[in-house]
């Protein structure tokens, strides 16, 4: 029997899970060296995506420029909103509960490897959830450079295929994004003290991000 196309469940209006299943299992079998029908990229495709996710009619993804999607929070840095990026969040639980998605680091599974993000006190696979939410709204921000930010589109801004690339960047080290962001603040401060330009407001998000880093380390070897 023919499998519905991915326009097809669309139009079904079939719960959010059952269209990452389908997205999750085109990928593997393009990754066999399958024909795949990539339609779950278009603007529609990535529109009715985000629809299923509960977002505003006017949030296609695939529409909107970065700062539209992940807009500057009070810290500095551009993030998701938290309702979006928690929606995201649930797919990529479901995805990695389902066994549909497989987190390695050298051939080591890391099923625990969004705990990190989801609400603080319990546990997930074992591991303390620690809830740093937040992070995980900057991380789908810094991903969309895969999207259509610059100029070199992979994802065309697809909130799962996005946050498929957060995970495998959390596969080398879950604090990856801590990391991330004090290392490009304190790149764009001294960029900024080279060419003689405004500090101030640099060298503010750069101490958020110390602190943020240091509490970071500070929680893995105590949760070791």
């Known amino acids: 029997m023919k499998?519905?196309?991915?326009?097809e469940l669309l139009d079904k209006r079939v719960p959010a899970a059952r269209l990452t299943d389908f997205i999750i299992h085109e990928l593997s079998v393009f990754n066999l060296g399958k024909i795949v029908d990539f339609n779950f990229l278009s603007r529609s495709s990535v529109g009715g995506y985000c629809r299923s996710l509960g977002f505003a009619t006017n949030?296609?993804?695939?529409?909107?420029?970065?700062d539209k999607i992940a807009p500057k929070s009070p810290l500095g840095p551009?993030?998701?909103?938290?309702?979006?990026?928690?929606?995201v969040l649930a797919q990529l639980r479901y995805s990695i509960d389902m066994r549909l998605?497989?987190?390695?680091?050298?051939n080591k599974p890391q099923p625990d490897i969004i705990s990190d993000f989801l609400p603080k006190g319990r546990r997930y696979e074992r591991a303390k959830t620690l809830g740093h939410l937040w992070e995980f709204q900057y991380a789908l921000a810094v991903e969309l450079e895969h999207g259509k930010t610059r100029g070199s589109n992979v994802t065309n801004n697809h909130p799962?295929?996005?946050?498929?690339?957060?995970?495998?960047?959390?596969?080398?080290d879950k604090l990856y994004y801590a990391r991330l962001w004090e290392m490009e603040t304190s790149a764009e401060?001294?960029?900024?003290?080279?060419e003689k330009a405004p500090t101030r407001p640099i060298m503010k998000e750069n101490m958020h991000a110390k602190t943020h880093l240091q509490h970071r380390l500070q929680e893995r070897v105590k949760n070791v």
């Open 59 to 66: 949030r296609n993804w695939s529409m909107l420029a970065l």
């Open 101 to 106: 998605l497989q987190p390695k680091n050298k």
């Open 189 to 194: 401060l001294f960029n900024a003290n080279l």
């Open 160 to 172: 799962l295929l996005t946050a498929l690339v957060v995970v495998a960047h959390l596969t080398e």
């Open 3 to 7: 499998q519905p196309s991915f326009a």
């Open 78 to 87: 551009n993030v998701v909103p938290e309702r979006e990026a928690k929606a």
